[in-house]
């Protein structure tokens, strides 16, 4: 079974420049999560999907961050413009439902200059 | 407000020492699942262990094993003869129910475990 695939790997970009990122999850989990992991901290939860719906975006900035999940399946997570402490991992996870463990991909490393 | 403590930043261990890495969590919530992540090098989070808050029973899985008590709201993870693979960041999640049904999950700050050779 293939795991959540999330591209690109690495970025850098600089202050005020947009980026977007890619998460593809495990088939048929039906929640997705993205976190922003900040060097030396533990995974903060930006924002949560049931499906194509969002049910809670509480820790977004949403200012400047935004996300979607269309038709149930892949997500993005953009960033317009970018700030230097917006430098972090993102982190996309899926689960099967709600409470269920998640499942991570590798995650995305950025850096804004 | 839920809360995970995990108050050992760094421990550091010879291979085939015994180590527990210590977890403390704070709910309002009855319903709720605790969860150990091992995040390597690599930098993956690895699912190791999920729990709800209605099974106390401790679990073993080969050299890790989890000692869940409600009584003092914690949830510790022991790893038996440590080996140098085991050498990684390793976090305590909590997620309970909110009111709009939705769950809310929390990480700790992680506990970084060094297995030397």
């Known amino acids: 079974e293939a795991g959540v695939a999330q591209s690109p790997r690495y970025k850098i970009i600089e202050k005020r420049q947009s980026v977007a990122f890619w998460c593809n999850p495990i088939?048929?989990?039906?929640?997705l999560y993205w976190y922003q992991q900040i060097l030396g901290q533990g995974p903060k939860l930006l924002i949560q999907?049931?499906?194509?719906?969002?049910?809670?975006d509480s820790q977004l900035p949403k200012d400047r961050f935004s996300a979607e999940r269309l038709k149930g399946v892949d997500s993005t997570l953009k960033i317009q413009p970018a700030k230097l402490e917006d430098s972090a991992v993102y982190l996309c996870?899926?689960?099967?439902?709600?409470?269920?463990?998640?499942?991570f991909g590798p995650g995305t490393r950025l850096t804004v200059t | 407000a839920q809360k995970v403590t995990q108050a050992q930043t760094e421990i550091s261990v010879v291979e085939k020492e015994d180590v527990t890495l210590d977890c403390v969590y704070e709910?309002?919530?009855?319903?709720?699942?605790l969860f150990w992540y091992k995040q390597p090098p690599s930098g993956e989070l690895v699912f190791l262990i999920r729990?709800?808050?209605?099974?106390?029973q401790n679990e073993i899985s080969g050299r890790y094993s989890w000692n869940f008590q409600k009584s003092t709201s914690s949830f510790n993870f022991t790893i038996t003869a440590s080996q140098v693979v085991d050498s990684a960041v390793y976090f305590c999640?909590?997620?309970?129910?909110?009111?709009?049904?939705?769950?809310?999950?929390?990480f700790g700050t992680g506990t970084r475990l060094k297995v030397l050779a």
């Open positions: 996870a899926s689960s099967l439902s709600r409470g269920h463990e998640q499942y």
């Open positions: 088939s048929g989990h039906a929640t």
């Open positions: 999907f049931q499906n194509n719906g969002v049910v809670d």
């Open positions: 709910t309002r919530d009855t319903t709720y699942y």
């Open positions: 729990r709800n808050s209605f099974d106390e």
């Open positions: 999640a909590l997620s309970e129910s909110s009111t709009s049904g939705t769950y809310k999950y929390i």
